[in-house]
């Protein structure tokens, strides 16, 4: 297993975890030098805040963790393809590089509302220096949306 994959697999066990908690299934892991600077699941409905988001909640705990909102030389594991919120936060926080699971389509397809924007064009359109690898371990992070799906009280928004 890579590095990478090790990482990824953490913010898949989170995922879980927070579906175990009642949440969404999305989670989202912050490493910096091969070091896991926060690793957390989407609060939404835990918080009743819309915008706790795991990447948003990961990427709060990562500048805590160093007292800097500057998060260069990071890079993100995210469960699914980051929205155009949680991708705004990740290139105003400057994270280096996105590893995203599931996509966008995916997420539409288990019933959430989600905006038919790509990290890709959002890169394109706002002329962002981060880096995308998407699909990686995508299988593995649908799995989490099946098992969420199965939940006799999921919730979407």
Known sequence: MTNDEKYMQMAIDKCREGVDAGQTPFAACIVKNNEVIACDHNIVWASTDITAHGEIHAIRNACRHIANIDLSGCTIYSTCEPCPMCFTAIHWARIDKIFYGADIADAERFGFNELKVSNQMLKEMGLSNVQIIGDFMKKE?????????????????
Do not use: H, I, N
């Open 141 to 157: 992070c649908v799995e989490v949306f099946e098992y969420w799906s199965q939940k006799k009280d999921k919730r979407v928004y």
